[in-house]
């Protein structure tokens, strides 16, 4: 039994519930996973996960997850950064903006940040897509941020800030 966080349109971010996790790794194609790496990994960092649900049949269509990033020493410089996996199932049916949406109003209405983030490949166009319809603005291009096939890629950065709601 999955706890349910948020609904909207027709979709549901919930607590995974047994099994789910393991499910999604080996369902997902891996499109855009990063390389694995052997050198020492930075401080763990607290993230936070909720699987995507179609409401009307329970079926699982991927997660969201999100953790918190400093700019500067104090809370006001702190924001949400987001990340969202879909099994090829569920792409193309606006599954992704419903989904990033329900991340960004679940955290402007359960948290003081001010802001929450996302980036994607350069090459994810239906990520990208899904992040301007769920009302992120593009802000830039992160240069060489993530090795994958052993090339180093850009990302695009995306952000929405609760001013801008």
């Known amino acids: ?7 909207r349109g027709g979709f549901a971010l919930a607590e995974p519930a047994d099994g789910d996790v393991e499910r999604l790794r080996a369902e997902s194609d891996g499109a855009f996973d990063v390389d694995p790496d052997e050198r020492s990994a930075p401080p763990p960092v ?3 996960r909720a ?10 269509l991927g997660d969201v997850s999100w953790h918190q990033v400093q700019y500067g ?3 006001a410089c702190g924001a949400w950064n987001m990340g969202i996996m879909l099994l090829p199932a569920a792409r193309g049916r606006g599954v992704g903006s419903a989904a990033i949406r329900m991340v960004v109003e679940h955290l402007f209405a359960t948290t003081d ?3 929450v983030e996302a980036s994607t490949d350069v090459d994810n166009l239906p990520a ?3 992040l301007a319809a ?3 603005r593009r802000e830039g291009v992160i240069r060489g941020a993530q ?4 090339v180093r890629r850009d990302l695009v950065a995306y952000g929405v800030l609760r001013s801008d709601r």
């Open 73 to 75: 020493r104090t809370h």
């Open 134 to 136: 769920a009302g992120m």
């Open 147 to 150: 090795l994958r096939g052993g």
């Open 51 to 60: 699987v995507v649900v179609d409401v009307a049949t329970g079926e699982l």
């Open 1 to 7: 039994m999955r706890v349910v966080l948020f609904v």
């Open 46 to 48: 607290n993230v936070d």
């Open 113 to 115: 940040l001010d802001r």
């Open 128 to 130: 990208q897509r899904a």
